[in-house]
């Protein structure tokens, strides 16, 4: 195997992996450790779905609109197609969670799509980039890689309906004009997020604050975010109850999603702006993920104290890593 492709498969197993953990298995498996029982199933629909996306973004040189756009794609496949539950009036309750109008859970998807875009795609490719930086803009998969992946994502897409959909809101099927909706939303996102555009950075704030800020600031966005969209413990009422109009709670945490991401963006283009701080910005949002789940009760609180020591410790070691991995290459370049 050549030098570069050493490590490719490594670095696409990786992110199958991560997209899984951060995704699903750093939340839902929180209050239901039932949750790792699915890891196949959910490998396969998290896994070949952001897989998918990210070698189409790294093929095209689409960058992170790309990863955005695609991003919104795949959340509309897995819960508008998969599950069904962006329109269905029962599943999960979601429909209580907040505002439904036009026969569509409209709070329910937009906490969805800040998930799905951030913790299914952004965090894992941005992990996986750190643990291979040599293939951090290569392909991972090569054609029939690729086109094997893809046919895996659909089958995790129709597993999706074909064994939590049809088990957890028997008989029902989104109408034929939302399914059509959302194929053609879909293929919309895909044509606009790769063609092909050079991306500018926002112009750098003079500075980026330190790594712990960084890491502080990510959790509160995050658990405002998700707070304001989904009950604690993802309970069966709105969040505000009867007190604040259903629509407001969405205008404000599309407020904190779109200001949060203007405001990395800004600090990514800082001349400081280090790995480290990439880290604990991951961290900072994968631990206020968690956090968020630990009010369902007893169960939650215990399992979302221990993952959360899992993810710094494992953040903590990756940031050693490449300390170390840095300081090698640097040695090696004065040698």
């Not at 050493?6 to 450790?33: D, H, Q």
């Not at 004009?177 to 750098?204: C, E, H, N, S």
């Not at 259903?246 to 599309?254: D, T």
């Amino acid at each position: 195997m050549s030098a570069p492709d050493r490590g490719r498969l490594r670095a696409a197993w990786t992110l199958v992996l991560l997209s899984t953990l951060c995704a699903e298995l750093t939340f839902t498996a929180v209050a239901v450790p039932f949750t790792w029982l699915l890891l196949p199933l959910l490998m396969v629909m998290y896994g070949a779905g952001v897989l998918v996306v990210r070698e189409a973004v790294v093929r095209t040189g689409a960058g992170w609109p790309g990863l955005v756009l695609l991003g919104v794609a795949y959340e509309l496949a897995e819960d508008g197609l998969g599950l069904q539950a962006l329109t269905s009036p029962r599943m999960y309750g979601a429909a209580d969670w907040g505002w439904r109008a036009l026969g569509a859970n409209w709070t329910y998807w937009e906490s969805q799509i800040g998930v799905h875009v951030v913790f299914s795609v952004l965090v894992p490719v941005m992990l996986t980039g750190l643990l291979f930086p040599a293939h951090r803009d290569r392909p991972f998969l090569r054609t029939g890689g690729l086109i094997g992946v893809g046919v895996l994502a659909v089958v995790g897409v129709l597993g999706l309906r074909l064994v939590i959909s049809a088990t957890q809101d028997p008989g029902y099927i989104t109408p034929w004009g939302w399914t059509a909706g959302f194929v053609v939303a879909i293929a919309v996102l895909a044509f606009v997020a790769l063609r092909r555009r050079p991306v500018r950075d926002a112009a750098a704030v003079g500075s980026a604050p330190k790594p712990v800020v960084v890491a502080v600031a990510a959790g509160v966005a995050t658990i405002v975010f998700l707070g304001l969209l989904m009950p604690p413990g993802l309970g069966p009422d709105a969040v505000f109850g009867d007190a604040v109009p259903l629509q407001i709670p969405l205008v404000v945490a599309a407020l904190v999603g779109i200001g949060s991401g203007r405001l990395v963006l800004r600090w990514r283009a800082a001349p400081e702006w280090s790995d480290g701080h990439r880290i604990w910005l991951a961290g900072g949002i994968l631990v206020g993920h968690t956090a968020f789940m630990m009010p369902a009760g007893p169960v939650a609180v215990l399992t979302g104290a221990i993952t959360i020591a899992l993810e710094v410790t494992a953040l903590v070691l990756l940031h050693r890593h490449i300390v170390r991995r840095e300081s090698t290459a640097g040695a090696r370049r004065s040698a």
